[in-house]
């Protein structure tokens, strides 16, 4: 049984990056390529958001976990806001 490996950021990436070229470059889009084209730079640009999500979630939970003393010295400079 063979592995897939999911498509990366950059290959989806790439593949937006083609299809906007392709498109600025045509005087005329043939008809019959855009819904096709249309549907690949959708599932690609779903891909990279997901990606992107995924990568923010991670840091931004990386960064909670490593970092409590950032919390307390929050939570103590907002006390000290008080009157």
Known sequence: MT?????????NYQK????AQK???SSEVDIDELVPMVDE??????????????????LANRLEHDNPQDK????????????
Do not use: G, M, W
């Open 16 to 19: 937006l990056q083609e299809i």
């Open 72 to 83: 307390e010295l929050e939570n103590h400079d907002e006390s000290n806001d008080l009157p």
């Open 3 to 11: 592995q897939q490996t999911p498509e990366s950021f950059k290959e």
């Open 41 to 58: 730079a959708t599932r690609a640009y779903q891909l990279c958001k997901s990606r992107i999500e995924a990568v923010e979630s991670a």
């Open 23 to 25: 498109l600025s470059d």
